[in-house]
T-cell receptor, first 114, second 113 residues
Framework: ETGVTQTPRHLVMGMTNKKSLKCEQHLGHNAMYWYKQSAKKPLELMFV???????ENNSVPSRFSPECPNSSHLFLHLHTLQPEDSALYLCASSQEGPENTEAFFGQGTRLTVV | GDSVTQMEGPVTLSEEAFLTINCTYTATGYPSLFWYVQYPGEGLQLLLKATKADDKGSNKGFEATYRKETTSFHLEKGSVQVSDSAVYFCALRRPEYGNKLVFGAGTILRVKS
């Protein structure tokens, strides 16, 4: 495995379900990100983790709960979502610091809330 | 705040046509500028970048020049192929904010054979 891997690729969930999205990076980066891509809207940055610490939460509703247990893994826990939360959720990683790199993206999880 | 504006799509071209996708930005200081491409069913891939004024990024026949005087970073390709059909995103990053990217809305490109 190389790069940034997201699972599952597709997810359909009811509004009362609880599910989790997983992201794993094999690039040795120290920062990870969750983005939301909705139809006809710019990508929205949701959360940023640097060295496993959350450094940004862009006013994301509490029904989205991130978790970063180590610098290689990032989760997005979902509960009581709304239909408008249906979107493509993209994970990215990068190296922050003196030798910073551009962001590398996973293939995304296509989430449908019914 | 920082923002990126791209031309609305979809852009539909015949194979071997010339491509321009316009991108302008609003940001203080000296941001780095990027073009990302998203092929159907895939995540985003970095296509090219430029980190300072007058830099030209290039990759796979695509080019974009960082124009500070016009705050623009237009994407061009001399001869498109069907395989170039994708969504193209212009983005900026301000160094003081690490690797957080501000994206445009994306432009769909469709190339017909």
């Amino acid at each position: 495995e190389t790069g940034v891997t997201q699972t599952p690729r597709h997810l359909v969930m009811g509004m009362t379900n609880k599910k989790s999205l997983k992201c794993e990076q094999h690039l040795g980066h120290n920062a990870m990100y969750w983005y939301k891509q909705s139809a006809k809207k710019p990508l929205e940055l949701m959360f940023v983790y640097n060295f496993k610490e959350q450094t940004e939460n862009n006013s994301v509703p509490s029904r989205f709960s991130p978790e970063c247990p180590n610098s290689s893994h990032l989760f997005l826990h979902l509960h009581t979502l709304q239909p408008e939360d249906s979107a493509l959720y993209l994970c990215a990683s990068s190296q922050e610091g003196p030798e910073n790199t551009e962001a590398f993206f996973g293939q995304g999880t296509r989430l449908t809330v019914v | 705040g920082d923002s990126v504006t791209q031309m609305e799509g979809p852009v539909t071209l015949s194979e071997e046509a010339f491509l321009t996708i316009n991108c302008t930005y609003t940001a203080t200081g000296y941001p780095s500028l990027f073009w990302y491409v998203q092929y159907p069913g895939e995540g985003l891939q970095l296509l090219l970048k430029a980190t300072k004024a007058d830099d030209k990024g290039s990759n796979k026949g695509f080019e974009a020049t960082y124009r500070k005087e016009t705050t623009s970073f237009h994407l061009e390709k001399g001869s498109v192929q069907v395989s170039d059909s994708a969504v193209y995103f212009c983005a900026l990053r301000r160094p003081e904010y690490g690797n957080k990217l501000v994206f445009g809305a994306g432009t769909i490109l469709r190339v017909k054979s």
